[in-house]
């Protein structure tokens, strides 16, 4: 933590010297703001709230290609900032509150999301990457083609990856060994991934074997929630087009209990506009013909459609859980229509949620202006977040962009 503190001074002074610099040499910068005001009238007139906000962004340019710069100010303050340096063929990076933490393997060692502070640097020989969470030297196999070596280091733990790529008889080959805390190693903290794909990717199989039942990638998206980790997928059709996939997890104890309980089946068939998905999580839970006894399960069918100038999307969906927010068997309903007229579009999208103790609306909106030489402006009501818990809300916005 104390080399991170030395480092975060070290950005300061470089950004210290960059402004320094500035008014020295003449900057080719370009530069954008956001202004953004929202109205809420869930309480009626009378409790009106509002918000504001601005958001600055520029983006000079010294010295060519060599350097970039760029920054975003959110109201007053700094929001986030990357410097990038180009010496000979080393490129470093710096960073300022950005989302720059992950790395290139199959599996994923690292991924952080939202925005940290750090600096990588970049070769020929690989790349260094340094942040408070952790630091990483991602570099190729020497003298083989395709293949990388991982090393981490995170608190005081230390872990590593070995992945390669081929192709053989047409087929794409990937595959992955990680060993986490390796100082300390337990075979719960192994991994091996391992996949093979149809040339075009029109099937393939994906494999994860943990070293034990719920082994987790601290620092990774990728879930090991059993031994067994397995993807499946197979293309075919043009038209209609069949996509077919299926997800699941076991132990090697409760191999069948596991398959019946963790499979998800996924049919996905389209023919032009027309659309229609099939959903079976889990298939333990079927008690019998009737829907209230298919356990989780979902069927969507719809259309894209153009009428009259607009474009738009049609669809029903019924099910169990109907919704993240819905826990029971139910039905949605789902349009969403957009048109342009020359520098005016328009776009508005419904979604009607009926559970069995419950009914949720919600609704969007959107009028952009596009017609001004360096700006657009748009009004908007209602949230748009369809997914979460969040029905409709008379909620007002104004957006204007702008650039120069």
């Avoid at 009106?48 to 710069?69: H, K, Q």
């Avoid at 060993?179 to 040339?199: H, I, P, R």
């Avoid at 969040?390 to 909620?395: A, D, G, I, L, S």
Wanted: glycine share 8%; with cysteine; proline share 3%.
């Amino acid at each position: 933590m104390r080399n991170f503190k030395v480092m975060s001074k070290k950005f300061a002074l470089l950004l210290c010297i960059f402004f320094s610099m500035a008014s020295v040499f003449a900057l080719q910068s370009t530069f954008s703001a956001n202004f953004s005001l929202g109205i809420d009238f869930s309480n009626g007139f009378n409790a009106l709230t509002s918000s504001i906000s601005t958001e600055f962004r520029m983006n000079p340019s010294a010295f060519g290609r060599d350097f970039d710069f760029s920054a975003s100010l959110k109201n007053s303050d700094l929001e986030s900032a990357k410097l990038s340096l180009k010496i000979n063929n080393i490129k470093m990076n710096l960073y300022k509150n950005v989302g720059f933490i992950t790395t290139n393997d199959p599996v994923v060692l690292y991924k952080i999301d939202g925005g940290r502070d750090g600096i990588d640097i970049n070769s020929a020989i690989g790349k260094l990457l340094l942040s408070g969470e952790v630091m990483y030297l991602e570099l190729p196999v020497p003298a083989v083609q395709n293949h990388n070596l991982i090393f981490g280091k995170r608190s005081n733990k230390f872990d590593v990856a070995f992945s390669g790529y081929q192709k053989l008889v047409g087929l794409n080959l990937n595959y992955e060994l990680i060993q986490q805390d390796v100082l300390n190693f337990e075979t719960k903290n192994s991994f091996l991934f391992f996949s093979v794909a149809e040339g075009n990717y029109n099937w393939g199989v994906r494999y994860i074997l943990a070293g034990a039942p719920d082994s987790r990638l601290v620092l990774s998206p990728t879930y090991v929630s059993n031994q067994n980790v397995v993807s499946a997928w197979y293309k075919f059709g043009t038209s209609p087009a069949f996509n077919t996939y299926v997800n699941t997890n076991f132990d090697f104890e409760n191999t069948v209990e596991d398959l019946l309980n963790n499979s998800e089946a996924v049919i996905d068939v389209s023919y032009g506009g027309l659309f229609v998905n099939l959903k079976k999580t889990g298939f333990s839970d079927i008690t019998g013909m009737m829907p209230t006894e298919w356990g989780k399960f979902m069927v969507t069918f719809g259309n894209t459609f153009s009428l009259m100038d607009f474009s738009g999307k049609a669809s029903y969906s019924f099910g169990k859980p109907i919704h993240t927010s819905v826990n029971t068997i139910g039905e949605i309903y789902y349009v969403e229509l957009g048109r342009s007229f020359g520098n005016i579009s328009t776009f508005a999208k419904y979604q009607k949620i009926i559970g069995y103790y419950e009914e949720k609306d919600f609704f969007y909106g959107e009028l952009k202006f596009t017609g001004f030489q360096n700006a657009q402006v748009s009004l908007q009501i209602g949230n748009g977040d369809f997914a979460g818990d969040n029905p409709f809300k008379p909620v007002f916005g104004i957006n204007i962009n702008t650039w120069w």
